[in-house]
């Protein structure tokens, strides 16, 4: 039970109310106490609240304003009793006068159902002749009092409302009066209340299957009862905002949080003791698969044509895999049709909905086939002789690839003491267009005519260096000898 903050236009005065049950049980009851103190100018005086929870409020004032009779069952009366004292609040001569008799009357302003019945048993306060001179703070010894009765004809939970005016002699002369109002709430049940409170969980997950992916997930609790909801609990989440505890439709936002599947489970109670519940399972992924790439690995360089198969996979610890695709299924051959640079792309979604993106490139390019007869490893050519140094650009069936604008350089290097390199001249280089280099269209070949006369005995370094995407060659090892 909450208070409100409120403004009083009488000077401070503690009111004590009390419940006692006549013919039924009494679950609780409230006592409080109000202070306000005089002044001739009418302002309001603002009134600290402190919240109650239903107990007898036994305390120092200022208490909260309301008098809680509790819960009785149909047809049964319940009382309590009010009580105001006066609290001394020095504010110049603006105040009851010393030995002052106060005199109070109540005004029950009638809710539904009714009737409340207000009787006054004590009607004044009596001050002492030096009230005037008493400490800031001090409570009056006297106090005027009234008894509350009202007969329960309706299920539910009930506001009244008791209205009061106190007035007396002020210091200095003239009257002062001023006045406030108290609320008195009860509920009532059934004779026989065993109906027990509905209670409903909803989750809108939102991401795919059912599952969340967001971290902590929210949703709400509907919670009611025939008579009131008087508490609201759960296990496996977090209730939060609950609004409507003591009537007959109570709200809440209930988070869960942490990866996996959770169970969460809401029960309400009513003041009849009375249990209902509702379930709910609850499951949160917010953590993308996994990808692997293996084949082709980033940056792997292949050969045209050259048969070579995907190997990826995909992992997820939460939901599971709903799909894991690329550019082909997994263990089909990738693409190596065209010289070029691919992009080979994995995408992954787990079950909820939670999405990754894993790319890999790699290069297609031909391969360097030559040299060609009659060059052949270890063979010795004649000095003066004329060699034809043939090669070709092919896939990876070393079928011949048009290369017409490889622009190939040819560099010779020697002569190397036979058969480890130890130093000697290097040949000028020979490029396309140069004398002796060709390219031969039909048969997607290149020629260079190497003449040899003049050059001296011994072995000779040859490499064939190209544009991009061509491969370069070398170094082919030629052994020239004068006889």
């Known amino acids: 039970m909450g208070s409100t903050r409120k403004y009083w236009k009488w000077g401070w005065v503690a009111l004590v109310l009390s419940a006692v049950l006549a013919g039924s049980i009494l679950a609780g009851c409230g006592l409080l106490t109000k202070q306000m103190t005089g002044n001739t100018s009418g302002s309001l005086n603002p009134l600290d609240e402190l919240q109650g929870d239903g107990d007898i409020l036994t305390g120092p004032p200022p208490l909260e304003d309301t008098l809680n009779l509790g819960t009785v069952t149909v047809g049964n009366t319940v009382k309590g009793t009010i009580r105001l ?264 979604e787990d079950v909820a909905g939670n999405t990754s993106k894993l790319t890999h490139t790699y290069s297609v390019v031909l391969k360097f086939y030559g040299l060609l007869p009659p060059y052949a490893t270890g063979r010795k050519y004649k000095i003066g002789s004329t060699f034809p140094i043939k090669w070709q650009y092919t896939d990876y069936y070393n079928v011949p690839q048009d290369s017409a604008d490889a622009k190939p350089t040819v560099s010779i290097q020697g002569p190397y003491t036979c058969p480890a390199p130890s130093g000697g001249t290097t040949s000028l280089p020979a490029t396309s267009g140069a004398s002796g280099l060709r390219y031969d269209a039909a048969a997607k070949m290149w020629i260079y005519t190497w003449q040899t006369k003049g050059l001296k005995q011994g072995c000779y370094d040859i490499n064939i260096d190209s544009v991009d995407p061509y491969p370069d060659g070398g170094p082919f090892r030629v052994n020239l000898v004068t006889r």
């Open 85 to 348: 004292y006066i609290l001394r609040k020095q504010q110049g001569q603006n105040t009851f006068a010393d030995g002052a008799t106060v005199t109070v009357a109540f005004d029950p302003k009638q809710g539904s159902p009714g009737p409340l019945v207000v009787t006054v048993t004590k009607g004044t306060i009596s001050l002492p002749p030096n009230w005037t001179k008493q400490d800031n703070d001090t409570l009056s010894v006297d106090y005027a009092e009234a008894s509350v009765q009202l007969t329960a004809t309706a299920v539910g939970s009930f506001n009244h409302v008791v209205h009061f005016d106190a007035s007396g002699d002020k210091s200095g002369g003239d009257t002062l009066t001023r006045g406030g109002n108290i609320n008195v709430r009860y509920t009532v049940i059934p004779a026989s209340d065993t109906e027990p409170p509905r209670v409903t969980i909803t989750f809108t997950p939102d991401g795919k299957n059912g599952w969340f992916v967001t971290d902590p997930a929210c949703g709400t609790v509907v919670a009611t009862d025939n008579v009131a909801v008087t508490s609201l609990e759960a296990t496996g989440g977090e209730l939060s905002n609950i609004q409507g505890l003591g009537t007959t439709h109570v709200t809440a936002t209930i988070c869960v949080t942490g990866e996996g599947t959770h169970t969460v489970t809401v029960t309400a109670k009513d003041a009849a003791g009375n249990e209902g519940s509702d379930e709910e399972e609850v499951k949160i992924d917010t953590i993308p698969p996994t990808i692997t790439i293996t084949t082709p690995p980033n940056g792997a360089e292949y050969i045209l044509n050259e048969p070579v198969y995907a190997d990826y996979s995909c992992s997820d610890d939460g939901s599971g895999i709903a799909d894991c695709s690329g550019p082909v299924a997994n263990g089909d051959p990738i693409y190596t049709s065209a010289v070029g640079t691919y992009n080979f792309r994995v995408t992954a």
